[in-house]
């Protein structure tokens, strides 16, 4: 039996819903998944920020051992999606690496999982039993009914943002993907609209649902680790080519990496004096020295100008890396953001063919999200091995300590303290836990051989055993 613990990140990523050249864009506040971190002085006070985001010392980038110079699978991916005018690239995003993961890994057929089907799982308000299509489903209807979803893991609405790594996580739960021939995303045209986004369902209908039961998560990594890279702080040469061998070497075994980024600056829509997306070569560079202000404009149909300052290092779309290219010459890049050297990554978007190159772009190996990439992920699958699955969606008793004055580690992170509880209907083997945290992180698991009643809400390890 694999008791299935969970711990996630609480940023959701906006989605940037994809733009024509002839359109206005919509313009999402979304937060982002670069998060404002910084070093606190020892009274508690805000270390005084620096310019620039990071200290980014680029190497002369070496070919990566055991690897080609040049990967591109494009031809035996899935077709590029179109996500329209909805929020969900993070769940374009998480589903394809799934499938490309899966493909890659077991050598199967490609599949095309459905995004919607993670965006009702991940939705407190998924299901409308008893009330009327039409009415709004609040949270507080959902609980005076009874029906809240209780496998949500954050309080997200149907259609709103998520991150790359959420159809992965439900996987973990027990919740692998459906087809998208079984549960739509998208309409006949291929576009995605938020009436299919933002609709609930019934649960009894959503529970009908067939789903991929020929694998299970055993592994959500992070290729590169941004964990320790605060604001102002260094990337080193060992850290920049680390951070790029490790990317290659997740794409070349897994399938894909999961990539956030500021999708603002490859819309073409927008017109900056200081671009750094080439639309003719589909090339996109961000130096870690740009501007922390992408000052841009478009222009409306009726010919309105609008300027607009766009945060550049805020992270707000969701995209895979899929290929990569030691020898792409660094002249495709804007001349005003060009990198120092050639190598560059091939990224899938979920805006339709008829953007970048047939739905692709290229981004530098040098850039600041590929740098600083929190966001990146790649799964490790397996044939399912577990009889059953116990997964707590929203881990109970969670409790943190921590004190960022401190300069000890282990100090100023402190601990985390979580439970799941379920009472086992026959006597079995607990063989497996997994839960998800940031790297280098030290951890002990513990389980009750015996039932233990729990009293105003305590557990303590003293009537525990240690697993492992």
């Excluded at 459905?114 to 949270?139: D, K, M, Q, R």
């Excluded at 671009?275 to 870690?288: I, K, R």
């Excluded at 490790?380 to 960022?404: C, I, M, R, T, Y």
């Amino acid at each position: 039996m694999r008791k299935n613990l969970l711990l996630l990140c609480p940023f959701l990523l906006g989605g940037m819903a994809a733009q024509a050249s002839t359109i206005t864009p919509t313009l999402h506040n979304t937060g982002g998944s670069h998060m404002a971190i910084a070093r606190l002085n020892k009274d508690g006070s805000v270390k005084k920020l620096p310019k620039h985001r990071i200290h980014f010392h680029a190497p002369k980038f070496k070919k990566t051992a055991h690897l080609p110079s040049k990967f591109d699978p494009r031809k035996n991916l899935i077709p590029i999606r179109n996500q329209g005018e909805q929020s969900l690239c993070w769940s374009y995003a998480g589903n394809d690496l799934l499938s490309i993961s899966k493909t890659k890994q077991f050598g199967t057929a490609p599949q095309i999982f459905s995004p919607n089907y993670t965006n009702i799982l991940a939705s407190y308000n998924s299901f409308w039993e008893g009330i009327p299509a039409s009415h709004f489903v609040s949270l507080e209807d959902q609980l005076k009914q009874n029906i809240y979803n209780p496998d949500c893991i954050s309080i997200r609405s149907l259609g709103d943002g998520g991150f790359v790594g959420m159809p992965a996580y439900y996987s973990m739960l027990g919740h692998n993907p459906a087809l998208e021939s079984d549960f739509a995303t998208v309409d006949e045209t291929g576009y995605g609209t938020n009436a299919l986004s933002e609709t609930p369902i019934a649960k009894s209908s959503f529970e009908s649902i067939p789903v991929d039961q020929s694998f299970e998560i055993t592994d959500v990594v992070n290729p590169v680790d941004a964990a320790s890279i605060f604001i102002g702080e260094e990337v080193t040469p060992a850290q920049a080519q680390k951070s790029v061998d490790s990317i290659k070497k997740n794409i070349y075994t897994k399938g894909a990496v999961g990539y956030g980024y500021n999708g603002y600056l490859v819309q073409s829509v927008l017109k900056s004096d200081t671009p750094y997306y080439n639309p003719d070569t589909a090339s996109l560079h961000v130096p870690t020295t740009a501007n922390p202000l992408f000052k841009c404009s478009y222009t409306r149909q009726d010919g309105t100008v609008i300027n607009l300052n766009i945060p550049t290092f805020q992270s707000n779309h969701d995209n895979l890396i899929v290929g990569f290219d030691d020898n792409y010459s660094k002249e495709n890049f804007c001349e005003n953001a060009r990198p120092s050297q050639n190598g560059a990554f091939l990224i899938r978007n979920s805006w339709g063919e008829e953007v970048h190159d047939n739905g692709y772009f290229w981004v530098s190996y040098e850039d600041f999200f590929i740098q600083t990439g929190n966001d990146t992920s790649a799964v490790q699958l397996s044939k399912p091995s577990h009889e059953q699955v116990h997964h707590a969606a929203n881990a109970s008793g969670l409790f943190f300590q921590f004190d960022l004055t401190k300069e000890n580690e282990a100090e100023k992170y402190g601990t985390a303290y979580f439970t799941n509880s379920y009472s086992a209907s026959e006597k079995s083997s607990l063989n497996a836990v997994a839960f998800t945290s940031n790297a280098n992180v030290q951890y002990e698991v513990y389980f009750a051989p015996t039932e233990i009643p729990i009293e105003n809400g305590s557990l303590t390890t003293s009537n525990l055993a240690k697993f492992g």
